[in-house]
């Protein structure tokens, strides 16, 4: 009974993380969740309005997505840093998703943008119910950087029409930048000098206010907390300066009205085809939003030797992205910089992100009014600073150098991004990967390896002076052996025994074969009859014990012509005494 209570326990604290960290919070650490509060609230009120405007909805949203979704994931969350919330990569796939539906109003577009968290959150949730957390590994690391480092230039350039004031419209760059060109003419000088002027403002603020404050005698902690609510001032003076001057008389855009008072409740549209057109979208979403998130998540958590749950944080993103459906916001998903910035800022548990809940909530209930004149130009001008530290031409170079493949995948996904817009980009990205990966599994790297005189060890021919036996070819197998390359080995075997006339034994070395599935099962079993023809025999040394309890299940161990070795050591041993084994040099 008391065992049964204990799992039941542990199953809880599993599903609910909360009951984990709830159980020994203290005064202290409260302290550190409050005052991290603070300062991710402070950071989080201009991003979440900005981040909307980015997606093509009313500012409020962002600030909708910033409160429940926080509370969910201190509820289901594993990490003790991860802030969730709007995102700039989310709220470009958000735009792109729901600007091909061709909706006529903005009601349309929000009711969209709240199915569309909610089918994501769905997907999210079943992901982790299901374990499936492993498929966002087919989003490679190449194809990420490349997609997001795309994703910031199209983010900046569909925002230079907000800092110029005119028309602009175009999903790829080229468009984008074509339809600038064009109305330049009409640009409002107004407009641009408070938008170019917030982001050269911006830029200085995260590099150079800090240093500037300390030098003023100001702690470095304080130093930071004022650095970071740099976006907050930029707000700030330029609402005051829209006030005072009447810049929305002279032309420029300005938020307008924003509802005053907490999220309302709102639930998804459940038509069949707005939800079959978005379930697309949903789940690229999910899935880039899982692994930006689980990426930050697990960086941080390291650094104070903590645990994350992968298959549990796809329940806490989905968890949040239902309840942002459920609270008048759109897709979110834990965020680089402000979870950076909780982090710093000594954030203990998931409950500093419920602080921060609190603190935008009374954001919406108590300052929305003041935001009336504020530009769009500023918020347009605080996502261009956030996104451009994305971009890094740099992984081009990098993958260049190590690896032609990831450069190709790079390269692909970061053009036919910027030419076809986003979901083609990433799109592409993944199935070049896979692509990829079966291409070079297909063909994989066979080594025929020799003895190093006065050891056990054996080595690549092409490398090492080692020894060999004339009657006996050594073959180390360094792939696991599947459909895609187990007629490769089999015709790499042939072709070389076709060179060598003397060889009676042939050893796979299976030291690197972790896997081994009916395809090449069949395929070894082909060998091994083509060998015995030809009066050679077949032997497999250093077999793994998974690998050969799946054997042992087949005809085949019965069938080898040879044996099963433990060594390869043992193998040479028993098959080419030490006396008819001959230096081999390499390269020879």
Same mark, same amino acid.
């Given at each position: ?24 919070y203290s005064k202290d650490t409260f302290l550190s969740d409050f005052v991290a509060a603070v300062i991710v609230t402070i950071m989080l009120i201009p991003q979440s309005l900005a981040y909307a405007l980015l997606a ?64 994501? !959150?769905?997907?999210?949730? =079943?992901?982790?119910?299901?374990? @499936?957390? #492993?498929?966002?590994? &087919?989003?490679? *690391?190449? +194809? ?12 900046a350039t569909s925002q230079a029409k907000h800092i110029l004031g005119v028309e602009a419209h175009g999903e790829a760059l080229f468009d984008r930048l074509a339809t600038l060109i064009s109305h330049v003419g009409d ?42 609510? !740099?976006?907050?001032?930029? =707000?700030?003076?330029?609402?005051? @300066?829209? #006030?005072?001057?009447? &810049?929305?008389? *002279?032309? +420029?855009?300005i938020v307008g009205d924003v509802p005053q008072g907490l999220p309302p409740l709102t639930f998804p549209t459940f038509d069949l085809d707005l939800m079959g057109q978005l379930i697309g979208p949903a789940i690229l ?304």
């Amino acid at each position: 009974m008391a065992r049964g209570l204990k799992g039941r326990a542990a199953s809880l604290r599993r599903f609910f993380p909360i009951l984990e960290w709830g159980s020994a919070y203290s005064k202290d650490t409260f302290l550190s969740d409050f005052v991290a509060a603070v300062i991710v609230t402070i950071m989080l009120i201009p991003q979440s309005l900005a981040y909307a405007l980015l997606a093509g909805l009313p500012a409020e949203m962002g600030l909708y997505a910033s409160i429940l979704p926080l509370v969910a994931y201190a509820i289901f969350g594993t990490s003790r840093a991860l802030a969730v919330g709007p995102v700039a990569v989310v709220s470009l796939l958000t735009a792109a998703a729901i600007g091909n539906l061709g909706l006529d109003s903005m009601a349309e577009y929000a009711a969209a943008a709240i199915t569309l968290a909610f089918l994501s !959150g769905l997907i999210l949730l =079943v992901m982790g119910v299901f374990r @499936l957390g #492993f498929l966002a590994n &087919f989003l490679s *690391h190449p +194809v990420i950087a490349g997609f997001i480092t795309a994703s910031g230039l199209l983010i900046a350039t569909s925002q230079a029409k907000h800092i110029l004031g005119v028309e602009a419209h175009g999903e790829a760059l080229f468009d984008r930048l074509a339809t600038l060109i064009s109305h330049v003419g009409d640009t409002n000088l107004i407009t641009l000098a408070v938008g170019a002027g917030s982001i050269a403002f911006l830029f200085w603020v995260r590099k150079g206010l800090k240093p500037l404050l300390m030098k003023m005698g100001l702690p470095p902690r304080l130093a930071d907390i004022l650095a970071k609510a !740099g976006p907050v001032a930029a =707000v700030a003076v330029t609402t005051l @300066l829209s #006030f005072a001057f009447d &810049f929305a008389g *002279h032309g +420029v855009s300005i938020v307008g009205d924003v509802p005053q008072g907490l999220p309302p409740l709102t639930f998804p549209t459940f038509d069949l085809d707005l939800m079959g057109q978005l379930i697309g979208p949903a789940i690229l979403i999910s899935i880039i939003g899982f692994v930006e998130s689980i990426s930050v998540a697990q960086t941080l958590a390291a650094k104070k030797r903590q645990r994350i749950t992968p298959d549990q944080e796809l329940v806490g993103l989905g968890a949040s992205n239902i309840a942002a459906s459920l609270s008048g916001g759109y897709p979110v998903t834990g965020g680089f910089a402000r979870s950076v910035v909780n982090f710093d800022a000594g954030a203990e548990t998931p409950a500093a992100g419920a602080f921060t809940a609190v603190g935008i909530a009374l954001a919406a209930l108590l300052l929305t009014p003041l935001l009336y004149f504020l530009p769009t130009a500023t918020l347009a001008a605080t996502i261009i600073v956030a996104v451009l530290s994305l971009v890094d031409f740099g992984i081009l170079k990098r993958t260049w150098g190590y690896s032609k493949a990831d450069f190709s995948a790079v390269a692909a996904t970061i053009v036919l991004t910027l030419v076809f817009g986003v979901e083609a980009g990433v799109s592409s990205g993944v199935i070049l990967s896979i692509f990829l990966y079966l291409y070079k599994t297909s063909r994989p790297h066979i080594a025929e390896i020799g003895l190093v005189p006065g050891t056990e060890h054996f080595r690549n021919i092409d490398r090492h002076k080692v020894l060999t036996h004339p009657e006996l070819l050594s073959l180390r197998l360094d792939e696991n052996l599947y459909f895609a390359n187990a007629r490769f080995i089999e015709d790499y075997v042939l072709d070389r025994l076709a060179h060598d006339q003397p060889i009676r034994h042939v050893v796979l070395n299976c030291i690197a074969v972790n896997v081994i599935d009916l395809s090449a099962l069949e395929s070894l079993e082909e060998l091994n009859r083509r060998l015995d023809d030809m009066g050679i025999k077949l032997h497999l040394s250093e077999v793994k014990g998974p690998v050969m309890d799946r054997l042992q299940k087949t005809h085949f161990l019965d069938e080898i012509t040879g044996q099963v070795f433990l060594t390869h050591y043992g193998a040479v041993m028993a098959l080419g005494p030490v006396d008819g084994l001959k230096p081999k040099l390499a390269a020879e």
